[in-house]
């Protein structure tokens, strides 16, 4: 077994794995000890590693089935690069990008929470990153739930939510969200994860538009209030990117956004998915916190 060190990023979420190189294939133990620090600590950092596309995803292939890409929604390049392959940056060439989510900062998410099966989880990893800006920030979605007030935890307990996203507008406005033409579905707020048991609060200020059972005022409400809440300093690391950080985490029990950046600096990172081979389990509103062993 490879002799790897757990370093806690902070008291919030994320631990460093260290003394492992990614080029090389994982043995069963580390790659089982891996796993389960992603379980604990639901953001798994490894810093300083060369990696190509073919060794990105062999290391997530250790955790589950690689996910392809909707092609509808992939570039040619990423096309012909992989159909596992989404590139985040700015790089264009002939005025049109080569990757996807170009600019700009966006707001908390999951990946893919208007599908039926979301992904289970990302893995990305940096090739090139600009001076400043760019972050991304993890917020721990199972704190969140456990510290909601319970007169909250009551009005939401068993309702579900619209979860929907237009691919074409990574912004937030009044037009993003026409059920006719964009990807939704319906999930519970409250999620249970499979694998540790504990529920986690399953909402996104970029890609939830409604809780369902509620008046629209009351839902407006309620989301206002649960979108402050995971925002939250005390849930949330913001990672500063290093040229060979490959960052996995858990979209069942996390939610991440981004910082605003140079537009005329060049960013690049190359993600990797993982579907989930369980489907959504509706989860209890959590009664008290719940910590790490």
Not at 116 to 122: D, F, H, M, S, V
Not at 132 to 138: A, E, R, S
Not at 216 to 235: C, I, M, T, V, Y
Not at 250 to 279: G, K, Y
Request: with cysteine; proline share 6%.
């Amino acid at each position: 077994m490879t002799d790897i060190e757990l370093r806690p990023i902070c008291d919030a979420i994320g631990v460093e794995v260290l003394g492992v190189d990614l080029r090389e294939p994982l043995d069963p133990k580390t790659a089982k000890a891996i796993e389960q620090a992603w379980y604990d600590y639901l953001v798994v950092l490894v810093r300083d590693q060369d990696l190509t596309l073919d060794q990105q995803t062999a290391y997530a292939a250790n955790f589950g089935k690689v996910a392809v890409r909707h092609q509808s929604t992939a570039t040619k390049h990423e096309q012909n690069a992989s159909n596992a392959l989404m590139l985040i940056t700015n790089v264009r060439e002939n005025g049109k990008p080569i990757g996807t989510l170009p600019d700009g900062e966006m707001m908390f998410h999951s990946d893919t929470p208007y599908y039926e099966n979301p992904l289970k989880a990302t893995l990305l990893y940096a090739i090139d990153v600009p001076s400043h800006g760019g972050n991304t920030l993890f917020s721990n979605s199972y704190k969140a739930a456990e510290t909601l007030p319970e007169s909250i935890k009551k009005r939401i307990g068993t309702k579900k939510a619209l979860h929907i996203y237009d691919y074409g507008n990574q912004n937030k406005t009044e037009d993003s969200y026409d059920i006719s033409v964009h990807p939704h579905y319906f999930h519970p707020v409250f999620r249970k994860h499979p694998e540790t048991g504990r529920s986690a609060l399953f909402v996104s200020e970029l890609m939830t538009e409604e809780i369902l059972d509620v008046s629209p005022e009351e839902s407006r409400e309620l989301l206002d209030f649960l979108f402050e809440h995971q925002a939250k300093p005390e849930f949330v690391y913001e990672h500063k990117w290093r040229p060979g950080d490959i960052m996995m985490w858990d979209n069942r029990c996390s939610v991440h956004a981004r910082t605003d950046f140079p537009r005329d600096e060049r960013r690049m990172l190359r993600r990797i998915t993982l579907e989930d081979e369980h489907p959504v389990f509706a989860g209890e509103p959590p009664l008290q916190e719940a910590t790490v062993e």
